[in-house]
């Protein structure tokens, strides 16, 4: 069955269309738009007529794909900006005009859900003889850092306990470095911390995220880090999927990006265009959770939510 999975995040919307059997996802065509929708929400509480109209320019480019390659279903999924946000009827009514279907603002516990199931049903392989995995260990802690929220969601074959939290690499982006000096002074990163430990504390106190033996990293800051302590010359999304960061490579990594200026970040090959100015919270996001939690390693998917919204289509 070939299906269509549209994720419009905080900071990016997404397309994956695949065809997709009992076992199996074959994917057929990925992109990624950086639309930044969920700019100004966290200040204005509402979605710009820029950030729609950006927005809604790259679902029709994604509408032109799922016609060309005759998905036969669609499933269009909203997270943390429209949740935020007093005029979301603005991007609902826009959606539906475009896909046919209305976008599902699903709650953070279901984003949570959705990124669990993309991220891990291609990771916890059984040996033939036995029960006994023969990847990573579960039970997992899968981390999805968006722009403007981060999901937390503990589980071994499936989802067992999870939280959304908001702090995102837009949302801290916004809230503390915007003006906070090129690069930014070390009063603003200790806010930015401070903002995440607040946000930890709560995970802690209601996920039990001490009990995983994995963690499991997605979404575009967690891959852009990935990419940079691998030394990659351009993004390799092949050889980021499943890769295995140690601690120390995403502490350096992370202090390494809070050190450069917006053009030393740019001239990065891993980096897109459009985590340049956003990829410095989103580092110290990671690596907080790291140290926090003490992982000796976080596991690298480029499956995510988008992949759990095409498993939800079968």
């Known amino acids: 069955m070939r299906v269509a999975a549209v994720d419009c995040g905080t900071n990016s919307v997404r397309l994956l269309i695949a065809d997709v059997g009992d076992d199996s996802l074959t994917e057929v065509e990925r992109r990624m738009e950086i639309v930044r929708l969920g700019e100004g929400v966290d200040r204005t509480g509402r979605l710009s007529p820029d950030a729609l109209e950006r927005t809604f320019g790259a679902m029709l480019r994604y509408r032109e794909l799922i016609d060309r390659h005759g998905a036969v279903a669609t499933r269009v999924v909203a997270t943390s900006a429209t949740r935020d946000a007093d005029n979301r009827d603005r991007f609902t009514d826009g959606v539906r005009e475009i896909f046919g279907v209305a976008p599902e603002v699903v709650t953070g516990a279901e984003e949570a859900e959705l990124s669990f199931t993309g991220s891990t049903r291609g990771l916890l392989r059984l040996s033939p003889e036995t029960e006994v995995p023969q990847g990573p260990l579960p039970p997992y802690l899968v981390v999805d850092i968006g ?132 990829i410095g919270a989103g580092a110290l996001i990671l690596d907080r959770i790291v140290r926090r939690f003490t992982f000796a390693q976080v596991v690298v998917s480029e499956h995510d939510i988008l992949d759990g919204i095409a498993w939800s289509l079968a």
Request: glycine share 10%.
């Open 147 to 278: 722009g403007g929220s981060t999901e937390f969601v503990v589980g071994s074959r499936h989802a067992e306990a999870a939280i959304s939290v908001d702090i995102g690499c837009v949302r801290l982006t916004e809230r503390h470095l915007r003006d906070a000096g090129d690069p930014p002074s070390a009063e603003a990163l200790e806010a930015v911390v401070a903002d995440v430990e607040k946000a930890l504390d709560r995970v802690e106190a209601e996920v039990p995220v001490r009990r995983a033996h994995t963690l499991v990293g997605l979404a575009g800051s967690v891959t852009t880090v990935a990419g940079v302590a691998l030394g990659l010359p351009e993004y390799d999304p092949a050889r980021i999927h499943h890769s295995r960061i140690s601690a120390e490579q995403v502490h350096e990594v992370t202090r390494r990006l809070l050190a450069m200026t917006h053009g030393e970040r740019a001239a990065l090959g891993v980096m897109h265009p459009g985590r340049v100015d956003v």
